[in-house]
């Protein structure tokens, strides 16, 4: 009891107190920081150095996760756009691949709808499409044949244009699980457009991640308490820089840990206990479903992407030959005597030719971005309800994919402030008391 009782008369209490304060500020600043090191830059900010793309394949993997070092660079991006692609992977295997198939995500765009609508825009471009092949392909029978001749023949194709359509969507709905590739889909998005990733983080979590700084002068406070009563016991200059890379670990490590863990409610110690993000699923279904149906899975990305992406000549081909069906039609009775005229190898190439250029046609609506916002609310009910239902593990998996390899940049970022603090106090302070 006088042990104590002359330690107690022996600290400095300004000093001993300054320490937890010290502690406090470098928390604030550490998660703060921390907040700039997740979002900023989006692009990466930096210089090129000769030689470390090379040098980077045999550098320590942690040294390769750096942003930009893999690309021969040194600077800095942040983390979560530097990951976005990653982000992306994940978010398709362990929810949109769960939200539904490309045919569920197909159905719920209307085949139907779509279908009126390229009738409704293909029907008065026919006379120039029909007018520009025939010339191209036979010019002198097209010349010879009268107006009233070439509207009969336009009149037929657009009289077989509905059937042809609806068809045709019906096709694309047949095989669209091989011919659309979301994971693709999403991680390409996702690398060019590395800015949604981080609005999918503000735009429901600005609050939490605001809290998580003010727990960071929480944390470094409390834990500074304990740095103070062993700086004034021992007395030994080494220890507030070294508590302090310990106080900026731990403070940092706690503030990712309130975030996202525990995923479902739990008590610790009699304490109700929930991460931030996930006791706010309902709400980051509907941001994720926002920028989800507005921005990524769309009905002009999914036409982008069956016509021109990785599998986009398999589409091509499958339109075309389900249009020149429509050439044949239009012929009608006089198909034979035609076929005959023009020559099987000509007949065909025509045909070919308006299949051709039918194409790019059928696939018009999807590249109307006033008709895919339209469509956009019923992707965006099928992700909300599907991300709402999703396991809280899933969703937090999902949220966190885009950190979780590089969180110890963080917490070292956390360690070397600490550091900084304790060197700081040391120099301002002195030894203990």
């Known amino acids: 009891m006088r042990a104590s ?21 470098v ?33 320590p993997r942690k040294v390769q996760e750096v942003p930009g070092v893999m690309q021969g660079g040194l600077g800095w991006q942040g983390i979560i756009p530097a990951r976005a692609a990653k982000m992306g992977s994940i978010a398709v295997d362990k929810a949109i691949s769960k939200l539904g198939t490309p045919a569920e995500f197909y159905r719920e765009l209307e085949p139907d709808r779509i279908a009126e609508h390229i009738v409704e825009l293909f029907s008065p471009e026919l006379p120039d499409l029909i007018d520009q092949v025939m010339v191209a392909e036979h010019p002198t029978l097209w010349r010879d044949l009268p107006p009233a001749g070439r509207r009969a023949v336009v009149a037929r194709v657009r009289e077989q244009l509905p059937g042809v ?40 979590g600005q609050r939490e991640l605001n809290l998580m700084v003010w727990f960071g002068a929480i944390f470094g406070f409390l834990l500074g308490i304990p740095v103070a009563v062993l700086d004034v016991t021992f007395h030994q200059a ?15 490590a706690l503030g990712m840990w309130l975030i996202f863990e ?40 999914i036409g982008e992407f069956l016509l021109n992406g ?14 020149e069906p429509a050439i044949d039609q239009a012929a ?25 250029e039918g194409v790019e046609h059928t696939m018009t609506p999807f590249r109307d971005r006033d ?19 999703l396991p809280p593990r899933d969703f937090v998996e999902m949220m966190r994919a885009a950190i979780k390899e590089d969180e110890w940049m963080l917490y070292a970022h956390g360690a070397i402030m600490g550091f900084g603090g304790g060197v700081l106090h040391l120099w301002i302070f002195g030894v203990g008391s």
């Open 332 to 356: 009608g009775v006089a198909r034979p005597a035609v076929r005959a005229a023009l020559g099987p190898r000509r007949y065909d190439a025509i045909r070919a030719a308006i299949a051709r």
């Open 238 to 252: 080494w220890l507030l820089p070294v508590l302090g890379v310990v106080v900026g670990w731990l403070t940092n």
């Open 262 to 301: 525990p995923p479902e409610p739990r008590r610790i110690w009699g304490v109700r206990v929930h991460g931030l993000f996930p006791r706010r699923q309902r709400e980051a279904a509907e941001v994720y479903a926002d920028i989800i149906a507005d921005d990524v899975i769309t009905l002009e990305n």
């Open 27 to 59: 928390g604030w600043l550490i998660n703060w920081t921390g907040l700039v090191m997740l979002f900023r830059p989006v692009r990466f900010h930096g210089v090129t150095v000769p030689g470390l793309r090379e040098l980077s394949s045999v550098l």
């Open 310 to 323: 990785p599998r986009g000549d398999r589409t091509r081909q499958m339109l075309a030959v389900a249009l």
């Open 165 to 204: 359509v609806r068809s045709i969507t019906t096709e694309i709905g047949r095989h669209i699980d091989q011919l659309l590739d979301p994971k693709i889909m999403v991680i390409e998005h996702f690398r060019e457009n590395p800015a949604l990733v981080v609005r999918i983080f503000r735009d429901f």
């Open 371 to 389: 008709f895919s916002r339209e469509q956009a609310d019923r992707i965006r009910v099928l992700v909300s309800t599907r991300t709402q239902e």
């Open 5 to 25: 009782s002359e330690w107690l008369a022996e600290v400095d209490w300004l000093v001993f107190w300054s320490i937890p304060v010290f502690t406090a500020v």
